[in-house]
């Protein structure tokens, strides 16, 4: 492996959701530590499995890894870290101060902001305090996918910019030290930008979207300092999965895919993985997985047929959808599962059906303009994008509060809304906005990767709470997007996920979640299922006969569900989205 020589401290594993990035971290955390060095693995990806890879819990503290000497991993659980951080600022002052202040001192740090604000907080430590992580040789970081990941590791320039200016420190806890975080965060940046002390690999599958999606990302992390760029190119089609038309044009599509590899990223130092013919979990499969795969037998192959996947076309949950008339229709998921693709074709058959439609996204690294590739009537086509949404937001602000100030006042609101935390309420507010038109027409949202939508649905909450506090004194009638979100007669959730045990496991979290929240998901669709294509080869049928058991288990957990085979042409373009909502199911 090229990116595992000559390796510097700090390791960042980064791609579009569903690449592999954290078998590849948790494989190359593995590797380094049979070499006798001394390895702490840390996600931060508020979705983290790294715990399931290895068959242990984890959690928001050091954990040793049992069956491999010298490895810790540490996953930094957002509600554990926001918990501790909002501990760190109440309890110094708890009796001191009467208990409605200490409410509302609670309320304030209770939103989503104060949640980046403390996972952040732990992972600049991890970048900065030798004294706690000193010991270790190499930190590896399995990060979120590329927004969330771009997102977190801009933050240390933004802080220092914001702290720098003398912007207000409210959003960091009213008695936070201003001088220990321009010094902790300055030294973050001084970590991530020294290539002789960081490394970032960008892991990408051999699709044309995933390669973009690296390419884009290393501009964007190279623009603020980060060099060094390595490439792993992760589940290659092997030649033991044999010629039948669905592998060879999957082969086919592969190749085209790296030819036309991006110029940015073409001439970086570069890795190729097959793809396994079962699941990377447990520390047997994690082991082998630099490695060659074995040959398939053929053995068994009778266990697996046409009947044990069950029928379930994506078109029968575009009836019930459209029975409604309007509604707000949420694709969530894990990254990298197709939520954009289903998103897309579910909008695409509703506007084929004669209705007005909005097709909108949370994720800051969607691309539903290339999904669709054209414009198609009675389908309007919109992203909530953070920039945007900031600007549009803070001019809001300054014409509303600022119109009445005097020049210091201005200039005053002006340094605050340049706060990294305002980007949040911006684009809550659009994603409000869009849930607001659902009531009139169908709006199908393609939502940001699991962790990212928990933090937008907990400014929900937030509002929601303050609101019903507001409203609830004076005895009035209200409405919040969190109600609209609870209420199934105006949205239908739909969780997209993969036949395997992680992307299952983890929707199933996500479920938990959202029941949480008083959200009840109202389908699940299994996408690129293996099984449902019908393959003939061994290694697609051993493929196949491993995501059975994961298709049961969604059955058990759904109300509704829908199967999406793996496809020979990739679902891009209206014509092939257009397929997958065919009645055919092999259509």
């Not at 803070?394 to 990294?420: I, W, Y």
Request: aromatic share 4%.
């Amino acid at each position: 492996m090229n990116f595992l020589e000559n390796v510097p401290r700090f390791l960042f594993f980064t791609g579009k959701g569903g690449v592999g990035k954290t078998s590849v971290a948790c494989a190359a955390a593995v590797r380094l530590a049979t070499r006798g060095r001394r390895i702490l693995l840390v996600s931060t990806d508020p979705a983290s499995n790294i715990g399931q890879v290895f068959g242990i819990a984890i959690g928001n503290a050091v954990t040793a890894i049992p069956s491999v000497e010298g490895l810790s991993a540490l996953e930094i659980d957002p509600e554990q870290a926001v918990e501790a951080y909002r501990e760190r600022i109440i309890g110094p002052v708890r009796g001191l101060l009467p208990e409605t202040e200490i409410a509302g001192i609670t309320e304030s740090l209770s939103g989503s902001c104060t949640t980046e604000i403390a996972s952040f907080d732990e992972f600049t430590q991890l970048l900065t305090d030798d004294a706690a992580y000193g010991e270790y040789d190499h930190i590896i970081f399995d990060t979120a996918p590329t927004g969330h990941t771009i997102r977190l590791l801009q933050l240390p320039g933004s802080w220092t910019e914001f702290l720098a200016g003398g912007g207000d420190a409210s959003c960091l806890g009213p008695l936070s030290g201003l001088d220990k975080h321009r010094v902790t965060y300055a030294a973050a940046v001084a970590a991530l930008t020294d290539a002789a002390r960081t490394r970032l690999i960008l892991v990408t599958r051999p699709q044309a979207s995933a390669l973009t999606e690296i390419a884009r990302t290393f501009s964007e992390l190279t623009a603020i300092g980060m060099t060094g760029g390595f490439v792993v190119v992760n589940g290659v089609l092997p030649a033991r999965a044999g010629e039948e038309p669905i592998a060879a044009a999957v082969r086919r599509r592969e190749t085209v895919a790296m030819a036309a590899m991006p110029a940015g990223i073409a001439d970086l130092p570069r890795d190729v993985l097959e793809l396994k013919a079962g699941n990377v979990v447990g520390i047997d499969a994690v082991r082998a997985f630099f490695e060659p795969g074995p040959s398939v037998s053929s053995a068994g192959d009778a266990e697996h047929g046409s009947e044990d996947v069950p029928d379930a076309p994506l078109v029968t949950l575009v009836d019930e959808i459209e029975r409604d008339g309007h509604g707000l229709v949420m694709c969530m998921g894990k990254g990298g599962v197709g939520k954009t693709t289903i998103a897309a074709a579910v909008a695409l058959a509703l506007a084929a059906r004669g209705h007005d439609v909005l097709l909108t996204t949370t994720d800051p690294a969607a691309h539903l303009t290339e999904t669709l590739g054209g414009a198609v009537d009675r389908l309007t086509v919109a992203r909530i994008d953070p920039d945007t949404a900031l600007e549009q937001y803070r001019a809001r602000v300054m014409a509303a509060k600022g119109k009445d100030l005097d020049e210091e006042g201005r200039a005053a609101l002006a340094e605050d809304l340049m706060s990294p935390c305002t980007a949040e309420v911006a684009v809550f507010q659009q994603f409000s906005r869009a849930v607001h038109d659902s009531r009139r027409t169908y709006v199908v949202m393609d939502t940001a990767p699991t962790g990212h939508t928990l933090l937008l649905l907990d400014a929900a909450g937030s509002y929601h709470r303050e609101i019903a506090r507001q409203m609830g004194a004076a005895s009035m009638a209200y409405s919040t997007p969190l109600m609209r979100l609870q209420d199934p007669a105006q949205t239908k959730v739909i969780l997209v996920t993969l036949a395997e045990t992680t992307p299952v496991l983890e929707a199933a979290d996500l479920q938990d979640d959202l029941e949480r929240a008083g959200i009840h998901p109202w389908a699940w669709v299994v996408n690129n299922s293996i099984a449902a294509a019908h393959p003939e080869s061994a290694f697609l049928r051993t493929r196949a006969r491993n995501e059975i058991a994961q298709i049961a288990r969604v059955r058990e957990l759904a109300d509704r569900v829908a199967i999406v085979p793996l496809l020979a042409e990739e679902p891009v373009g209206v014509a092939r989205l257009a397929a997958l909502t065919a009645r055919s199911r092999r259509g």
